[in-house]
C-alpha cells in the first residue's frame, strides 16, 4: 500500500461506489418539485450524509441544485468538482447485470456511474479519508463539490458560481489521466433565416456530433442529385429518397468526420436560392476549421486551431434555423472569432444567436498546480505522457486555476456513458493513492514544501 491508502480504504471505497451507484440519478426534470430529479436530490442528500460521517462540513443549496462538503481551516479554498447524475442506461437489456445494482467481477465494479462520475468521486472522498486516518493538519480549506446536471445543461454548477465562493485552485476527477491543462471555449450558435418554399426539412441532430446521414424524400432530389453528381459528392437515390452518408465524430474533433447534412447542402444550393443555405455553404462548406468564416488565423500553441460543426438545419415554410457547435482557441478572445461570424451572417440576412457558452479552461504547464499534480502522477505510475489540451468539457472549466485530473488510467478501457460501464478495482487504488499524494502536498501543512 502506498503512504496513505489502506487496504481499508479500498473495500470501503468498493461498498461506497456500490451504494451511490444504487440512486437511479438519471436527469428527470422537475420530478416532486426537485430540479433534476428525486434520485438525483436524494444520491447528493446521501452523498452529503457520507460527507458528514467522515467529519466535514456540509451544505445543501436549498433548491437542490448543488451541494457540498469541506473540510480543513484556512484563506484558500481547494475545489474537488465531481458530479452524481448519470447518463440514461440505454438497452437495459444488455446490461449483464442490472446497471443500478453495481456487481464485483473480474477484477471490476460494473454500473452506471463507476466510471463517469461516482466512482471517481468517491476514490477523491476515500482519499482524503486515507488522510484524515493519518491525523494531517491542513493550510486551505478543502471543498468537495457536487454538481447535478453534469451531464445535460450545467445548470448546477453554474447556480453555485452565480451564489457561492470560487476555489482558488482544484481539480476534477472527471476525466481521464495524465491530466487536462487545457480545454477550447465552447460556443452553440443558433443562426435563423427566412423560410423555405421549395423543401421542409430537418436534418442531423444534437450540437456534440457530425450528422453521418441524411435521408430526404422530396420532389426536387433529382435536380440536388445531379448538383452533387457535379460537385463529386457520393450519394444513393432510390424510390425518390435521396441518401448521403457521412462520418460521425464527436463535435470536438469535427475536423475528422464528414458532415451528410453540409454535403446535401452544397447540392441544394445549387439548385434554391436561399439566404441560410447559401451562407452555410458559402462561407463553411465543408471546411470544418471555417476558414472563410473567421480566417486561417483563429489557432494558438496551446489548443489548436477552431472547430466548427454544422450539427442541424431545419427548413421550414415560415423560418429557417441552423444550429453549430464551435471549439475555440484557449489563447484567443472569443469576440474576435464570433464578430466575424455575426458580420457575414448579416451580409446574408442571417441571424445570429447564441445559445450556450462555456469559457474556456487554460492553466499554465508551469503552474504549482499542473507540476505537483503530474509529478506525483508520473511517481505513482511511471507514465510520463505530457499533460494534454482538449476540446472537451469537464466542470474544471467553471472556475480560474482549475484542471481536469483522472481518474481514468490510459491502460484501461473507456466505458463512461456505455452499456455494461464499469471501473477496474486496480484503476481504483493507483487513482486513490494519487489522489491522497496530490492533496497531501496541495492542502496540508505537511505536504507543503
Ligand atoms: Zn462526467
Not at 484563506?75 to 437495459?92: Q, S, W
Request: glycine letters at 8%.
Amino acid at each position: 500500500m502506498g503512504q496513505f491508502v489502506e487496504e481499508s480504504h479500498l473495500t470501503e471505497c468498493y461498498q461506497a461506489i456500490k451504494h451511490v451507484v444504487s440512486f437511479p440519478s438519471v436527469c428527470n426534470e422537475g420530478e416532486n418539485g426537485t430540479p433534476f430529479g428525486q434520485a438525483i436530490q436524494d444520491c447528493l442528500e446521501d452523498t452529503l450524509e457520507l460527507c458528514k460521517s467522515l467529519g466535514m462540513r456540509t451544505y445543501i443549496d436549498p433548491e437542490g441544485y448543488y451541494g457540498y462538503a469541506e473540510i480543513g481551516e484556512g484563506e484558500e479554498l481547494f475545489a474537488v468538482l465531481c458530479h452524481l447524475d448519470v447518463v440514461p442506461v440505454g438497452d437495459e437489456s444488455k446490461w449483464t447485470t442490472p446497471p443500478f445494482e453495481a456487481n464485483i467481477r473480474d477484477g471490476r465494479i460494473y454500473g452506471r456511474g463507476t466510471q463517469d462520475d461516482k466512482g471517481p468521486t468517491m476514490i477523491a472522498l476515500y482519499a482524503l479519508k486515507s488522510l484524515l486516518d493519518k491525523d494531517v493538519t491542513f493550510n486551505k480549506r478543502l471543498r468537495f463539490i457536487f454538481g447535478t446536471d453534469e451531464e445535460t445543461l450545467w445548470r448546477c454548477l453554474n447556480r453555485y458560481a452565480e451564489k457561492e465562493e470560487k476555489a482558488t485552485m482544484g481539480f476534477a476527477p472527471d476525466s481521464g489521466f495524465p491530466l487536462t491543462f487545457a480545454e477550447k471555449k465552447l460556443l452553440q450558435v443558433k443562426l435563423h433565416g427566412p423560410g423555405c418554399e421549395q423543401v421542409q426539412a430537418d436534418l442531423g441532430g444534437a450540437f456534440n456530433m457530425v450528422p453521418d446521414e441524411v435521408l430526404i424524400e422530396d420532389p426536387i432530389n433529382e435536380k440536388v442529385a445531379e448538383a452533387l453528381s457535379k460537385k463529386d459528392i457520393p450519394y444513393d437515390l432510390e424510390d425518390g429518397k435521396l441518401h448521403i452518408k457521412g462520418k460521425s465524430v464527436h463535435s470536438k474533433d469535427s475536423d475528422q468526420g464528414i458532415n451528410a447534412v453540409m454535403r446535401y447542402l452544397i447540392g441544394l444550393n445549387e439548385v434554391i436560392d436561399h439566404p441560410l443555405v447559401k451562407f452555410l455553404v458559402e462561407k463553411i462548406g465543408e471546411n470544418a476549421l471555417a476558414y472563410d468564416l473567421v480566417g486561417t488565423d483563429k489557432k494558438d500553441d496551446v489548443s489548436g486551431p477552431l472547430t466548427l460543426n454544422v450539427a442541424r438545419v431545419t427548413l421550414d415554410k415560415d423560418h429557417s434555423e441552423a444550429c453549430l457547435d464551435l471549439r475555440m482557441p484557449v489563447k484567443i478572445e472569443k469576440d474576435e472569432m464570433t464578430q466575424p461570424i455575426i458580420d457575414k451572417a448579416k451580409e446574408y440576412g442571417v441571424e445570429y444567436e447564441e445559445f450556450d457558452y462555456l469559457d474556456s479552461l487554460y492553466v499554465p504547464l508551469d503552474s504549482k498546480l499542473v507540476t505537483t499534480l503530474l509529478n506525483v502522477y508520473r511517481e505513482h505510475t511511471g507514465d510520463m505522457t505530457e499533460a494534454i489540451s482538449s476540446g472537451g468539457a469537464t466542470f474544471a472549466r467553471t472556475m480560474d486555476n482549475c484542471v481536469a485530473f483522472g481518474a481514468h488510467l490510459p491502460q484501461y478501457e473507456e466505458t463512461e456513458h456505455q452499456i455494461n460501464e464499469f471501473i477496474e478495482l486496480d484503476n481504483v487504488k493507483v487513482a486513490m493513492e494519487i489522489y491522497a499524494d496530490a492533496l497531501y502536498q496541495l492542502v496540508t501543512v505537511e505536504g507543503e514544501k
